[in-house]
């Protein structure tokens, strides 16, 4: 018989939350031949939802420019639902921070190259990330000591 004491952890569920594409400078942009400049923003977020249930959301902004004039921006929302249950407390925000992140963001990089393929323009890749580093970034931040 299984024990109701067991730790969990599951996936319920991976979705696209929020996707916005705007090219507020077209058609004249596309016409210029200089490179563009690309600005990259990521951010996490992990909220409970019910019970052990919990909504973690990665978000990217990726934003091109020529000239400080908008060539494209993009952003994108990528969230997953996860039953996290009888695991310690002190293990709870490694885990919504770092091992849930991780598995939401290959979704969000996959989107936002996709939409920006789409949108006319070669795909900008985002590239890996540590989530662990930017999570004691964060955490030394939050108590206001330099990370190591």
């Known amino acids: 018989m299984a024990d109701n004491q067991d730790p969990v952890f599951q996936i319920q569920r991976v979705y696209l939350k929020d996707l916005s594409l705007e090219q507020p400078n077209s058609p004249a942009i596309l016409l210029e ?4 400049t690309v600005d990259i923003q990521l951010g996490v977020d992990a909220q409970p939802v019910n019970d052990g249930i919990f909504e973690v959301t990665v978000s990217a902004t990726v934003q091109t420019k020529i000239n400080d004039k908008t060539v494209f921006l993009v952003e994108a ?14 293990q709870m925000s490694p885990i919504l921070g ?4 991780q598995i939401v963001y290959p979704y ?8 920006i393929q789409r ?10 990330i540590n989530f662990q580093a930017m999570f004691e970034q964060q955490q030394a931040q939050a108590a206001g000591t330099p990370a190591q």
């Not at 969000?108 to 939409?115: E, F, M, P, S």
């Not at 949108?119 to 890996?128: D, I, K, S, T, Y």
Request: with cysteine; proline share 12%; net charge negative.
């Open 119 to 128: 949108a006319g323009f070669p795909p900008v890749h985002l590239a890996e």
């Open 77 to 90: 929302k990528q969230a997953g639902i996860f039953e996290i249950r009888n695991l310690p407390q002190d």
């Open 98 to 101: 770092i091992a849930c992140p």
């Open 33 to 36: 031949q200089e490179a563009p």
């Open 108 to 115: 969000l990089r996959g989107n936002v190259a996709d939409t």
